[in-house]
């Protein structure tokens, strides 16, 4: 299972992205499922209708209806992704991003699909090892 964040969905969706391409390659070769939560959905939403427009939204909004993420929240959810968002305020990280290392934790995983390095080299996994894995960065 590997968790998806905004920028990778985002430059997934965005052919004039700068990293669509290795964000296409990546998920070209990928295998394992993909999961998210409510929060990443919208911040994707939202940001495909503004910069890439209504075609790139209605693809989101499509693969979203199909399954093509899990998507993950539970009563806890809320809660704990407060509770990281604060624990790393100094480096501002967002309940969106807080939301995923919740989710990791839940899921059983350590690897995320960002371009987001800044915060998911600094927070830690809440269990299962001492850093996060990175796709398509850390894919080699």
Do not use: C, K, N
Request: net charge negative; aromatic share 8%; glycine share 6%.
């Amino acid at each position: 299972m590997i968790v998806v964040d905004t920028s990778f969905v985002y430059a997934l969706l965005d052919a004039r992205d700068s990293r669509h391409g290795e964000a296409a390659r990546w998920y070209g070769r990928a295998e394992d499922e993909l999961a998210t939560t409510p929060l990443i959905l919208a911040e994707v939403d939202h940001l495909s209708g503004a910069r890439a427009g209504a075609r790139a939204q209605g693809a989101f909004r499509r693969d979203v209806a199909v399954g093509v993420y899990a998507v993950e929240w539970w009563p806890a959810a809320a809660r704990q992704a407060v509770e990281i968002a604060e624990q790393y305020a100094d480096l501002a990280v967002s309940l969106a991003d807080a939301s995923l290392v919740a989710l990791a934790a839940r899921l059983g995983t350590t690897t995320v699909a960002t371009f987001d390095e800044r915060h998911f080299r600094a927070v830690a996994p809440l269990e299962g090892g001492t850093a996060f894995t990175l796709v398509p960065a850390d894919a080699a």
